[in-house]
């Protein structure tokens, strides 16, 4: 179902009314994504940081819980959705979002939240949400992948298009405190993003914590931690595709035909053409 000609979850558009309603607070951290660009490892991360590295402090529950799912308002993960989470958690919260610049609730604006944005290559971006589709008997059938990237290039997906993202967020950094990061830098260095994401929080962050965080949200250790890898959750059929797949970049070569690789560059130029935003979709 659609809100303002941008497809959501079902649960999410019929309870739009209320999630548009959501009170944000000034200390309220938002973690914003478009699907499947890193959110969960970011997600990680600020939680670490939050609690200077504490490993026990952040296995106190699955991420699910630990940072709420504003728009989720179906009890998917526990008995409460992530919308009742949200609202019952005391402050300070680590929130996440996918939702467009448009729709995010305005009390986020009013109240001048910190933002964390954080964009994917597209290339990879769209295997990774049609391996989820595969995997996640939540989200609608992809069909296969040449129809999936049909839809996902016209903007046919849930959450909308990856272009209409992740240019109105980069515009939105314009006039608002949004840190926005790519996941290939995320990739690349670390050390760097992690400090950038501190600096950014105004948290301290000391060596022997920054090492124990890069340590920690590698992708070897996020695989196997049962707190992020969303193992306990039935919807998710991980042997299928696993939640924390491949978290390379350059998958993309492995699904796309030339043509498709083509035609979607055809697409970039047009969609991001006038934005001075690049993507590293190669190393
Ligand atoms: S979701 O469903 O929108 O919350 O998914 P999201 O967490 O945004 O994205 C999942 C992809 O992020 C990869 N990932 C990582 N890559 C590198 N390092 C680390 N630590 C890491 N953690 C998660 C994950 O593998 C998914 O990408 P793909 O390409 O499918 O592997």
Known sequence: ?????????IHTSEKWGRIWE???????????????SGTTWTQEIVDMIRHEGDLQKCARAPITQRVPFIELSAPIFTHVS?????????????????????LLPPSFW?????????????????????????MNQRMPEP??????????????????SWFDHVRDWWKAKDHHPILYLFYEDMKMDPAHTIQKIAQFLELELPEPVLNQIIQHTNFESMKANPMVNYTPFSHMDQTISPFIRKGIIGDWKEHFTVAQSEQLDVVIARELGGSNLMFRAQL
């Open 82 to 102: 992530g919308l009742e989470a949200a609202e019952a958690m005391p402050s300070p919260r680590t929130l996440k979002t996918h939702l467009p610049v448009q």
């Open 22 to 36: 959501f009170q944000a607070r000034p200390d309220d951290v938002l973690i914003c994504t478009y699907p499947r």
């Open 1 to 9: 179902m659609e809100v303002e000609g941008v497809p959501l979850l």
């Open 143 to 160: 069909g296969n992948w040449d129809q999936f990237l049909a839809n996902f290039i016209a903007g046919k997906v849930t959450w909308g």
């Open 110 to 134: 009013e109240q001048n939240c910190k933002i964390i944005y954080v964009a994917r290559n597209v290339k990879d971006n769209a295997v990774s949400y049609f391996h989820f589709h595969r």
